[in-house]
DNA sequence: TGTACATCAGTGAACGCGCGTTCACTGATGTAC
DNA sequence: TGTACATCAGTGAACGCGCGTTCACTGATGTAC
């Protein structure tokens, strides 16, 4: 077993003096960490020593410890939003499954990146507030609604629309928080989670 | 004076040399902390400071940290439980409107409580780990199971009955949390929660 | 072309802080006699 | 009944630790001449 040094992406660990992209590398530092030890684990030292440099470097590039993670829980909606623009493509324009996508993606995106998903959602009293990420949320919400427009015959996002997309989301929030913890997970028997979000987003979006 | 304690007008602070119920008064101290900044914002020694006694008595009643916060939350359970149950008083058996009544317990818990909502489920690498924790929950979930079946007209927790409770657990849950964040209730438009609980719960609760 | 220089992303040491936990101790209490 | 004593829930000081952040500094780099 060599315990040499672990190997990181370059991107990380600098080489020279100087890093070449520092801010990029500290980002991505922190995501990685915020995954290892969670969202209250992580500490601006340890993401110095994931990137090879020193405790004081980064405030050359961020305000302060907040600061570090609202970027990098950004980088992350910017992720959550893509993936799920993707998950849209090729199925047909105005069907349910389009819905079902999007949740399932939702969800994935949760079970593979628990750390980001909790540290945007998860606090309470820390909570990371910043106008940035609300307004990123926002927009992710809204292709969501868009979708569920489509699925009821609406070409704007009227108030029955919101509801539903808001009961839709309910939804594959909490489910995410369920599936993130195997012990909950147990608690719903023997299921697959596709079906699941198609029985839902039918039953939802009925009438 | 065996009873001062109960004179004042908390049982938190102590009054002589000795406490008279510390541990429950940690527990009280604990409960109010994570409440006030947060799961992650709790320390002993604020614990201590509330209850006006040394930062070591807590010691002489708890393990370490994790055992103060596993009890706080196990009690906790204890008062979600009962309010589960006492939601359900009055409302005719084997109706949907007892699992609606179960779901707004359930929500209104959390936005009651959303310290030890979040200390129960929020963590993730934190997470608190106890048999008697995952117990607790097991009990709480089985009041829901038992409602979903009577209402599907089944006798058992069949595989089915089980698979629509964790769905409608999977709404309640993160409606939860989204209802904790006003920026994201926002996001749902006006809307009041009981018809929306009492709406999900007929669709899911249909066929 | 080579060189002087401004820039600024890095360093490394230090800071004050609050934390969880341990230690030898003390004093209030209930009880046996 | 009063008293001696065991018990043990409290104290108060100390510990080692890692944290976030600041400071004066340095050295790599790009560019003007």
Same mark, same amino acid.
């Given at each position: 077993?060599?315990?040499?040094?672990?190997?990181?992406?370059?991107?990380?660990?600098? %080489?020279?003096?100087?890093?070449?992209?520092?801010?990029?590398?500290?980002?991505?530092?922190? @995501?990685? $960490?915020?995954?290892?030890?969670?969202? +209250?684990?992580?500490?601006?030292?340890?993401?110095? &020593?994931?990137?090879?440099?020193?405790?004081?470097?980064?405030?050359?590039?961020?305000?302060?410890?907040?600061?570090?993670?609202?970027?990098?829980?950004?980088?992350?909606?910017?992720?959550?939003?893509?993936?799920?623009?993707?998950?849209?493509?090729?199925?047909?324009?105005?069907?349910?499954?389009?819905?079902?996508?999007?949740?399932?993606?939702? /969800?994935?995106?949760?079970?593979?990146?628990?750390?980001?998903?909790?540290?945007?959602?998860?606090?309470?009293? +820390?909570?990371?507030? +910043?106008?940035?990420?609300? =307004?990123?949320?926002?927009?992710?919400?809204?292709?969501?609604? @868009? =979708?569920?427009?489509?699925?009821?015959?609406?070409? +704007?996002?009227?108030?029955?629309? @919101? @509801?539903?997309?808001?009961? $839709?989301?309910?939804?594959?929030?909490?489910? %995410?928080?369920?599936?993130?913890?195997?012990?909950?997970?147990?608690?719903?028997? =023997?299921?697959?989670?596709?079906?699941?979000? =198609?029985? /839902? %987003? &039918?039953?939802?979006?009925?009438?």
């Amino acid at each position: 077993m060599e315990n040499a040094e672990k190997v990181q992406p370059s991107s990380i660990r600098k %080489s020279g003096y100087h890093h070449g992209d520092l801010r990029a590398g500290l980002i991505e530092a922190t @995501r990685q $960490l915020v995954e290892e030890k969670g969202p +209250d684990g992580f500490s601006v030292s340890d993401a110095c &020593r994931l990137a090879g440099v020193s405790t004081a470097a980064p405030y050359k590039h961020f305000k302060d410890k907040t600061e570090m993670l609202v970027a990098t829980v950004m980088q992350g909606m910017a992720r959550h939003r893509e993936n799920m623009l993707a998950a849209l493509d090729g199925i047909p324009e105005g069907t349910p499954a389009r819905v079902t996508a999007l949740g399932e993606e939702y /969800v994935n995106f949760a079970l593979r990146e628990p750390g980001i998903f909790q540290l945007k959602f998860g606090g309470y009293t +820390d909570r990371l507030e +910043d106008p940035s990420l609300r =307004e990123a949320g926002e927009g992710t919400f809204t292709i969501v609604l @868009r =979708e569920v427009a489509a699925c009821l015959g609406e070409t +704007d996002i009227t108030p029955e629309v @919101r @509801r539903r997309g808001f009961v $839709l989301w309910g939804f594959v929030h909490g489910l %995410s928080f369920l599936l993130a913890d195997p012990k909950l997970t147990e608690m719903g028997g =023997e299921f697959e989670l596709k079906p699941m979000l =198609e029985d /839902v %987003s &039918r039953r939802v979006l009925k009438d």
